[in-house]
């Protein structure tokens, strides 16, 4: 790949540098790796937290400042962050997630620097996360987000969907749309279909609806060796729920809790789908990450992935319990060539619109177009 941004220093904010940033941070992994080649320098400065050191190899070559939090970690204020950021001596400034200090850290710094400034959401301002916590988002709106959102030379949807999120909550019609990038494609099972283990890895939260996944599983017709693997992390009450209703249900579903690196790809290698039933979703890295398996996937609508549906790499497995176990049944029902057909497709796609190189090129030209109109604004165009 050309080396387009070849030394320009680019910072990226995060809540999380960590797993417990889930997909987010698995976004800023990528997007990281993806400027270094590009050419430019990569700086992650990330709020700190109990796997920051654990994680920090993740992110390779690229330096992690990592700034800890005074007070409450949900509100995540960090007196270090705003000065570390000012003595780093960015080109610009991209600001990962909302909703947290981060956010009054960032808009600082571009205020006082005058310098391109991106804001990439993350699906955090899709209505079902914005009809949650609304005390706590009045105050943040008031106090740093709206000046956030004003003071940012764009921001950043994954998707179409999202950038109407995005014009409805902060009057903005001016969103790059730019999807994340998945990783390389590596089919797992050319010319076979695995066993009928299905899949899901992430977060452990209500939005990811794994409860009614569990519920609908138990419900769905299958085969005796069937098999549904829930791999996450979560907070307590949500883990709670969803092992009670493991409990409850047929023998064949199983909670094991969080999974990285070399046990994550194998899970994956041995999946024939992987299942969201999401709520609510920005663009989901576990998907993008089996599409470059070449493993389908059955998801909603709010995955935000419809092109998914429209190649035929993914099947709709609505919310409840009763539509998600019809989507099973019909998707274990499949034949073989039914199966390899939509793996081809799923790795068409991961070779495609979501290919590093795809992606890599759109942020490209984003930040030079960006750093040109800076630089005549400052008069040394």
């Keep these: ?191 076979t279909v695995p066993g009928p283990l299905l899949v899901y890895i992430g977060r452990i939260h209500a939005k990811k609806n794994l409860v009614a996944l569990v519920q609908g599983w138990s419900a769905a017709q299958k085969p005796a060796d069937a098999r549904l693997v829930i791999a996450g992390w979560g907070d307590g009450a949500a883990v709670d729920d969803l092992k009670l209703a493991i409990a409850a249900a047929d023998g064949t579903a199983e909670f094991i809790g969080p999974i990285f690196g070399e046990a994550k790809e194998s899970l994956l290698d041995s999946a024939r789908f992987i299942v969201l039933p999401s709520h609510s979703e920005g663009l989901p890295m576990a998907i993008l990450e089996a599409w470059a398996k070449g493993v389908p996937t059955l998801m909603t609508e709010e995955c935000n992935l419809a092109m998914g549906f429209e190649a035929g790499a993914a099947l709709r497995c609505g919310y409840d319990g009763e539509a998600i176990a019809a989507c099973l049944t019909q998707a274990l029902d499949l034949d073989g060539p039914a199966w390899q057909r939509m793996s081809a497709a799923a790795t068409k796609l991961a070779s495609g619109p979501f290919s590093a190189g795809t992606v890599a090129s759109a942020w490209a030209d984003i930040y030079l177009n960006a750093l040109k109109d800076a630089a005549l604004r400052s008069g040394n165009g």
């Design 1 to 191: 790949m050309s080396s387009p941004l070849q030394g320009v220093r680019i910072g990226l904010v995060t809540a999380s540098a960590s797993r417990l940033g889930g997909g987010v941070f698995e976004a800023v992994v990528t997007h990281a790796a993806m400027l270094r080649e590009l050419g430019a320098i990569p700086q992650v400065f990330a709020l700190e937290d109990a796997r920051t050191e654990e994680d920090r190899s993740r992110f390779g070559l690229t330096e992690v400042t990592a700034c800890p939090v005074s007070g409450p970690r949900q509100v995540g204020y960090s007196p270090n962050l705003l000065p570390d950021l000012l003595r780093a001596d960015l080109d610009c400034l991209h600001l990962h997630g909302i909703w947290m200090y981060p956010s009054a850290a960032a808009s600082r710094w571009a205020a006082r620097t005058r310098r391109p400034y991106f804001i990439s959401p993350h699906g955090m301002l899709d209505p079902w996360i914005t009809a949650r916590g609304r005390a706590k988002k009045a105050v943040a709106r008031v106090l740093y987000e709206r000046t956030s959102w004003r003071r940012a030379t764009a921001l950043h949807a994954l998707t179409p969907r999202e950038a109407t999120d995005i014009a409805r909550e902060s009057g903005r019609t001016d969103s790059r749309v730019v999807p994340n990038a998945g990783p390389l494609v590596k089919a797992a099972h050319p010319g």
